[in-house]
């Protein structure tokens, strides 16, 4: 009923600039919590940034001042734009939304976790 897809990630050297983007199509309701994970090989997945309660956002340390969560709740989107990227960024970044969404009988459903099918970010000179 949701889907989640994400675009943006490639190949940028150190230093440079990418910007991800994820958008929830389908028979969205209501969007409560969008965040942006990563993942390498051999390590678990871990939370980069996300949108927090009254629109704040919340980074970790490792990307603060540099990453930047943003939304557009019109568009049922949502971006990270990353800066001044290092080699330790290369990962696959994964979108994540809690949604609820319109049930067959067209009430909504409660909160929903869902992931976008990740995105490569390789930062290589």
């Known amino acids: 009923q949701v889907q989640l897809v994400e675009s943006g990630g490639g190949l940028v050297q150190p230093g440079g600039s990418l910007r991800l983007s994820c958008v929830a199509s389908?028979?969205?309701?209501?969007?409560?919590?969008m965040a942006w994970y990563r993942q390498t090989p051999g390590k678990q997945r871990e939370l980069v940034a996300r949108i927090i309660s009254g629109g704040s956002a919340d980074y970790a340390d490792s990307v603060k001042g540099r990453f930047t969560i943003s939304a557009d709740n019109r568009k049922n989107t949502v971006y990270l734009q990353m800066n001044n990227l290092k080699p330790d960024d290369t990962a696959v970044y994964y979108c994540n939304m809690g949604i609820r969404s319109i049930g067959a009988t067209g009430l909504p459903s409660d909160t929903m976790d869902y992931w976008g099918e990740g995105t490569l970010v390789t930062v290589s000179s």
């Open positions: 389908g028979r969205v309701f209501r969007i409560n919590q």
